[in-house]
């Protein structure tokens, strides 16, 4: 099945901008989400189709998606940005869905 | 609005069995509805999935032990694992997807955490 491949940990510091990628063969093609993850919580979606933003979610979270790699960026970090980010995509080879390992966000 | 139930402990080789009841009356809608888990210390591993119609897709790596059905007339849809071991243990999640096929999970419920353990 497809496979979704992202960094354990990604480190920034407050203000600076976070780039989380997302690898998997040809995700260009695919239409990938994002989701933030924190303990005790639901997951909550911050980007869906590569690069939509859902109401209530600030702008300093964009994505972007190309070739083999979806991009998951924050501008302007700040310390509620604390989280697991998640991607995710479905596989209409296989009418599965895949999340991506998870990449922890420590903000410094 | 989605609320998962179920038993908060099951023991090994066991059945574990959830429902989510979904608010609104948005079940018959133009969706999939989804199991999501996250087992400690884990990532989240989607489980399976059912649409109104009853057609289901399921993670091959559950698949023979696995069951998602609905129940229209309640409003609610079900996950039914058997032959339960250590490795369930997580917090389990419906969740929506919402729009087209390849949508996202839009709405999820709060999570309930299942034990395996005798």
């Known amino acids: 099945s497809f496979v979704l491949t992202q960094p354990p940990s990604v480190s920034v510091a407050p203000g600076k901008t976070a780039r989380i990628p997302c690898g998997g063969d040809n995700i260009g093609s695919k239409s990938v989400h994002w989701y933030q993850k924190k303990p005790g919580q639901a997951p909550v979606m911050v980007i869906n189709?590569?690069?939509d933003r859902p109401s209530g979610i600030p702008g300093r979270f964009s994505g972007s998606n190309s070739g083999n790699t979806a991009t998951l960026t924050i501008s302007r970090v700040e310390a509620e940005d604390e989280a697991d980010y998640y991607c995710?995509?479905?596989?209409?080879?296989?009418?599965?869905?895949?999340f991506g390992g998870g990449t922890k966000l420590t903000v410094l | 609005q989605l609320q998962e139930s179920g038993p908060g402990l099951v023991k090994p080789s066991g059945t574990l069995s959830l429902t989510c009841a979904v608010s609104g009356g948005y079940l018959n809608s133009n969706n999939w509805w989804s199991w999501v888990r996250q087992a400690p210390g884990k990532g989240l591993e989607w489980i399976g999935e059912i649409y109104r119609s009853g057609t289901t897709n399921y993670n091959p790596s559950l698949k023979s032990r696995l069951t998602v059905s609905l129940d229209q007339s309640k409003s609610q849809f079900s996950l039914t694992l058997t032959s339960v071991t250590a490795a369930d243990t997580a917090v389990y999640y419906c969740?929506?997807?919402?729009?087209?096929?390849?949508?996202?999970?839009?709405?999820w419920g709060q999570g309930t955490m299942v034990i395996v353990s005798s």
């Open positions: 969740a929506r997807v919402g729009g087209a096929t390849k949508g996202p999970f839009d709405i």
């Open positions: 189709y590569d690069s």
């Open positions: 995710q995509v479905y596989d209409i080879s296989s009418d599965h869905r895949v």
